[in-house]
């Protein structure tokens, strides 16, 4: 097998490692595809050295088939088309004992705490592997995961149809959110300043307008004879993206941040206040997210054609990566992993 293997700061090995049986309890799984996400791209840079460590195998967003089974696992076959949920909560601190162990403090979420899916062959806890159906392709799968954190995100803000939602950020969960939400019957705008995000936004059918040229405030307020959106989602990670989500919503409008701001910002708590504006929170996914986002991705309702910009080869990582950290006309970048299990 092949495995991707993180050595510091802009700088990948792709090994030739023996294949390990699956332990009582996994299922050994034949990667097929794996997505390089916004996590990936911080870990690439070295941002996160403290919790990912010299010769770490990273990657949680990937399709695959079974290709063994361990001791003490039932109902799969091999072959079988299949996706992971990579994250293992405790089952024993507050949240997981509240019920909430999609933010367990103790998570290990594989391909950061734990090995992750750019290797050929992964072994994986059988109760975190979701089945695909067979006429999914594994190309559009691989898609899966973030589907499931825009569904997560929608499902917290509580949108109804009919609403007016407005999502800030343009990147790939921004335009996934923004799907998930016009599906469920909101009408939806999206605010991106990068004119190739924009344009994919049009081509998958959404609403996107340029922040620089257009006042999101002054549009939504126009279409909501002054009332305002009922959901924003903030996924810039930005402190112009926050204060656009805020003064865009109407009276107990929701905010839902999305986006990781990795220092504090300025909000404007009188509006809040005013207003009687409601934040949330949204971290990760839950099981039924997951199930949800293969529904919708096998139904059609993602246009995965347009949000995959390309697929590279396994021994072409590092420049998988630089194409992705130069941005401009990318979106998803898959790592084909087809023929490299041996």
């Given at each position: 097998m ?13 090994e ?129 995961e ?17 609403d ?55 549009l ?14 903030e ?8 204060e ?82 130069r ?16």
């Amino acid at each position: 097998m092949e495995a991707v293997v993180y050595r510091g700061a802009r700088k990948f090995e792709v090994e030739d490692r023996a294949a390990e049986p699956p332990e009582p309890g996994q299922l050994a799984i034949e990667v097929a595809y794996t997505g390089i996400c916004g996590t990936d791209l911080h870990i690439y840079h070295g941002d996160m050295d403290a919790r990912v460590g010299p010769s770490a195998i990273i990657g949680h967003e990937m399709s695959g088939r079974v290709a063994a089974i361990g001791q003490d696992v039932t109902g799969w076959s091999v072959g079988e088309p299949v996706t992971v949920m990579p994250t293992r909560s405790c089952g024993r601190c507050a949240a997981c004992q509240r019920g909430n162990s999609h933010v367990c403090h103790a998570m290990n979420f594989l391909g950061i705490d734990s090995p992750g899916a750019m290797q050929s062959i992964w072994n994986v806890p059988a109760d975190l592997v979701l089945a695909l159906p067979d006429a999914l392709p594994l190309h559009d799968a691989a898609l899966v995961e973030p589907v499931a954190v825009a569904v997560h995100d929608v499902r917290r803000s509580g949108l109804g149809a009919d609403d007016y939602a407005v999502v800030v950020g343009g990147g790939p969960v921004g335009v996934l959110i923004a799907l998930v939400a016009q599906h469920a019957g909101a009408k939806v705008v999206l605010v991106e300043p990068n004119p190739f995000r924009r344009s994919v936004a049009r081509q998958v059918g959404l609403e996107a307008v340029d922040p620089q040229m257009v006042d999101a405030v002054a549009l939504v307020n126009e279409r909501t004879g002054g009332a305002g959106a009922d959901v924003a989602f903030e996924v810039s990670g930005s402190a112009a993206g926050v204060e656009t989500a805020v003064d865009v919503l109407t009276t107990r409008g929701r905010l839902v941040l999305v986006g990781i701001h990795t220092q504090p910002r300025p909000v404007n708590l009188h509006r809040f206040f005013w207003r009687e504006l409601e934040l949330f929170g949204a971290r990760l996914y839950q099981r039924d997210d997951v199930a949800e986002a293969i529904r919708l991705v096998a139904a059609g309702a993602i246009p995965t054609t347009q949000l995959i910009s390309g697929t590279m080869p396994v021994h072409a990582v590092e420049a998988a990566f630089a194409v992705l950290e130069r941005g401009g006309g990318v979106m998803k970048v898959l790592l084909d992993w087809r023929g490299t299990a041996r």
